[in-house]
């Protein structure tokens, strides 16, 4: 208590003194603004020193540090999160408020840095807490964009994006190194010399850029370790000179200078679909580039050259292709800069990385045009051929002959370099992100080389880190269970088994009913300030919060909300128990259809929401902007989980556990981690419809899907669709919606409907009439959503890196 006490006065103190040292002013006289800065900058200065006594700890680490490459990483906002990590939340929340400020009014100030599209940056996110949690050593490596994903505005039921200077003000929470700044060099040409005997490759006439590396502090929930999270800014390496002003030669070095900085200024905004451009392409190697350097660095200096030891310090592992280049790059030292040859360098190389797969749909695998690659990166090209001719020439071996194989199998093909395929051949793990989507991999995708490489292909399913996702973001549900089962689920997620004693007791069910109540009513205030909508929470909020993607199937589920405005209009007795389906998604700004459906969802919401004959009974909110903090604040607040994607083409969904873990109840198809969460809850406790992967493959095989025999057999299914092109919903623009109508009904050439909209319609109809009838049962629904969470511990991130550090990365 005492030292509680002394905490509050010392934090209370440094808070007066940051705030007259930063702005001149007492607390009193600071605006809400300035008391925020100086707040981030007292916790960010403890932060700071919690880093310099973990180095001072770590000082003489000899073991194993894995360095997670990758061009995303979405981190959410830190404030909340490091008061956490600290262990000072009360403490400050209590000096707020004996200050008369509101703590949780300021925590809104800071900006969510958009490092990340969706699920693939989220995912690194929760991996560095858990890594900081479980305290292994671990560096986060990306880029420092200045812009990060778009920031969304909707206009008259259209997406329109604006840019994200999340910067723009500083970050208190970075630390500059400029003193560890690397030198990336682009373009060019590569000579080769003999020199004593032996070919020795030099890289001329390139332009090279400064990679500076800015860390932010990554700390732990009660652990000593604090990790970083490292991003490269892209800086002109001549400081452009006043000098040459008079000389004409101003403006060239201004452009020069723009153009490479260019390189780390804004985040490509596509998720799950690959753009080939050149920047994009120097964006990778850019930062894998300087990420590589700087590891090899740090291992000359602790362990000088020998580099058969390299792989027993250093892991690197591969978020998804994006980061492949670091293979050859690592090479490309090894081979010029240490003297090692081919074979020592690749021995190491294959020895180092670890690479995950993201995605399954072919069409987001990367691949990269040969002139591009070449022009921009001579000397890389060279060691991706060579890597590929070794790869092809034992491929010869193994199947001789086989040459079709062979060229399905290589890196390089029709003047194309596989992403992929480079980091299957060069990691010595290739992982998938949940069950039956590396059982799709190693079968299907990637069939022939789990033939070649069986001992490679793994499976790890993702995780979520329990720290923002419960103990932040649901603080009321955090606390009833803490006060059942003790605090240990937070660093113990499996402890959370022992909630599920508690299904059957009223006093639990009723407990969670009221928080869940309370934080609708929190959900509801903020629909009604964003949108103008008012929304019952004691309806049932039906959630469907992810990436704007066909695949994901938003609009298999506007559909059904149009279908049952229908039933409610034909059928004014029609029984349902009222309900709010809440949308949240940013579409890629160059994915029409994608913002298309965006425009559908507010179409038909405009329609439902401004009916009175219904009474309130169905509502339709799409929040704008959709981001971490935007998911903290609606995650609590929801009853349903909506996790419809075509089976087989969501590798995993990480939203699906965030939802489960606080008691949502999720309706879904059997894809991605939805398969074994629906085995962990039970399947009386989840809502399964629709095509399962292996039959929506065999249909893709057979092409004889016929979406138009289904519009035909189904009134209501007719209706909806027919509704879409007569005015229904959209009565001013009623060719709007026609090529999407034609798409499901018809086709474009290609199949008809292919990702299953009209098929799995009936299914999901059913499913939701389930979620209704269970609704109305307390007894039956609070259990289920206690279930859910006393299964949600295998989801936890801590149990994933748990998994990749034993298995794959070999931490100690
Ligand atoms: C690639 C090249 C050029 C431009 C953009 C891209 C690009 C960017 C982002 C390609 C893919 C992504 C993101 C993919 C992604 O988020 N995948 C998701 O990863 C999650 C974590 O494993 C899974 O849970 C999701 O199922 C998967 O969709």
Not at 129 to 136: F, I, R, V
Not at 667 to 694: K, S, Y
Request: glycine fraction near 6%; aromatic fraction near 12%.
């Amino acid at each position: 208590m005492n030292q509680k006490m002394d905490k509050k006065r010392i934090f209370r103190a440094a808070l007066e003194t940051k705030v007259q040292r930063m702005f001149g002013r007492s607390i009193r006289a600071a605006s809400k603004d300035q008391i925020y800065q100086a707040i981030t900058q007292v916790v960010s200065d403890l932060v700071k020193e919690q880093r310099a006594y973990s180095r001072e700890l770590m000082g003489n680490y000899d073991g194993k540090e894995v360095y997670y490459l990758s061009m995303e990483f979405l981190m959410g906002r830190a404030l909340s999160n490091n008061l956490i990590n600290l262990g000072i939340e009360d403490v400050v929340t209590e000096v707020c408020y004996e200050l008369d400020l509101d703590l949780e009014e300021l925590k809104e100030i800071e900006p969510d840095p958009g490092l990340g599209n969706g699920g693939l940056g989220r995912l690194a996110a929760c991996f560095l807490d858990s890594l900081a949690t479980l305290g292994y050593k671990a560096t986060g490596c990306g880029i420092r964009y200045e812009y990060g994903l778009f920031q969304q505005k909707i206009v008259d039921g259209y997406q329109v994006e604006i840019s994200d200077p999340w910067l723009e003000n500083g970050s208190s929470w970075e630390i500059a190194l400029p003193e560890e700044t690397e030198i990336v060099k682009f373009g060019g040409f590569v000579e080769a010399n003999e020199v004593d005997g032996r070919l020795v490759y030099e890289h001329k006439g390139y332009q090279s850029v400064r990679a500076v590396p800015y860390e932010m502090p990554i700390l732990g929930y009660e652990s000593d370790v604090v990790n970083s999270l490292r991003l490269w800014a892209a800086r002109a390496t001549k400081h452009f000179d006043m000098s040459l002003f008079g000389q004409g030669k101003y403006l060239d070095a201004l452009e020069e200078k723009e153009l490479a900085e260019v390189i780390s200024k804004v985040l490509y905004p596509d998720d799950n679909h690959p753009e080939g451009k050149a920047l994009r392409l120097k964006q990778q190697y850019f930062f894998v580039s300087a990420s590589v350097q700087s590891i090899v660095r740090r291992f000359r200096r602790q362990h000088g050259t020998d580099f058969a030891k390299f792989p027993d310090h250093v892991v690197i592992h591969i978020n998804d292709t994006h980061p492949a280049l670091a293979i050859p790059e690592l090479m490309r030292i090894l081979l010029d800069e240490d003297g090692l040859d081919w074979d020592q360098a690749w021995n190491v190389t294959k020895q180092t990385f670890a690479y995950t797969n993201h995605t399954i749909m072919e069409e987001a695998l990367e691949r990269w045009p040969e002139g591009l690659f070449r022009d921009l990166l001579p000397r890389l090209w060279d060691i991706v051929y060579e890597i590929n001719e070794r790869f092809c020439a034992s491929l010869w071996e193994r199947y001789p002959g086989d040459w079709d194989r062979i060229a399905r199998l290589s890196v390089i093909a029709h003047h194309e370099v596989k992403m992929a395929h480079l980091c299957i051949v060069g990691s010595f793990s290739v992982n998938g992100v949940a069950r039956l989507h590396s059982q799709i991999l190693r079968d299907e995708v990637f069939a022939e080389f789990a033939d070649f490489y069986p001992e490679k292909f793994t499976n790890v399913t993702n995780g979520v880190t329990f720290r923002r996702f419960l103990l932040k973001a649901n603080r009321g549900l955090a606390e009833l269970i803490t006060d059942r089962i003790g605090p240990g689920w937070i660093k113990h997620p499996e402890e959370l088994a022992n909630f599920l004693p508690y299904q059957d007791d009223k006093g639990t069910q009723e407990a969670l009913a009221a928080i869940r109540h309370n934080n609708k009513i929190a959900l509801a205030k903020y629909i009604a300030d964003h949108n103008h909508i008012q929304v019952d929470p004691s309806s049932i909020f039906d959630v469907q919060i992810k990436r704007l993607h066909e695949y994901k199937r938003q609009l298999l589920n506007i559909l059904h909300v149009l279908y049952l405005y229908n039933r409610l209009l034909e059928d004014p007795s029609f029984d349902l128990h009222p309900r709010t389906f809440i949308f949240g998604a940013k579409a890629a700004p160059g994915y029409g259809m994608a913002k298309l459906i965006i425009k559908l969802i507010h179409d038909v919401g405009e329609r439902i929401n401004n009916d009175p004959t219904i009474h309130g009974k169905l509502k339709v909110v799409f929040l704008e902007n959709y981001r971490v903090s935007l998911a903290e604040a609606i995650i609590p607040a929801s009853d349903v989980s909506e996790q419809i994607s075509t089976a087989g083409k969501e590798a995993s969904g990480t939203g699906n556990m965030k939802f489960m873990l606080n008691g949502a109840l999720t309706i879904g198809t059997l894809d991605g981690a939805n398969v074994e969460i629906a085995q962990a809850v039970g399947e009386e406790n989840i809502f399964i419809f629709g095509l399962r992967a292996e039959e929506t493959s065999r249909y893709y095989g057979e092409q004889n899907y016929r979406p138009y025999d289904l519009y035909l057999a189904d009134p209501y299914l007719k209706q909806v669709l027919d509704q879409l092109v007569d005015g229904f919903v959209n009565a001013q623009k009623l060719a709007l919606y026609q090529d999407l109508r034609h798409g499901l009904l018809h086709g474009w050439g290609g199949m008809a409907d292919p990702y299953f909209i009209l098929q799995d319609f009936a299914a999901y109809r059913e499913a939701h009439e389930q979620i209704d009838a269970q609704y109305r049962q307390p007894d039956i629904w609070w259990k289920k959503a206690i279930i859910n969470i006393g299964h949600a511990g295998y989801f936890s991130s801590d149990r994933t890196i748990e998994e990749y550090s034993q298995r794959i990365w070999k931490l100690r």
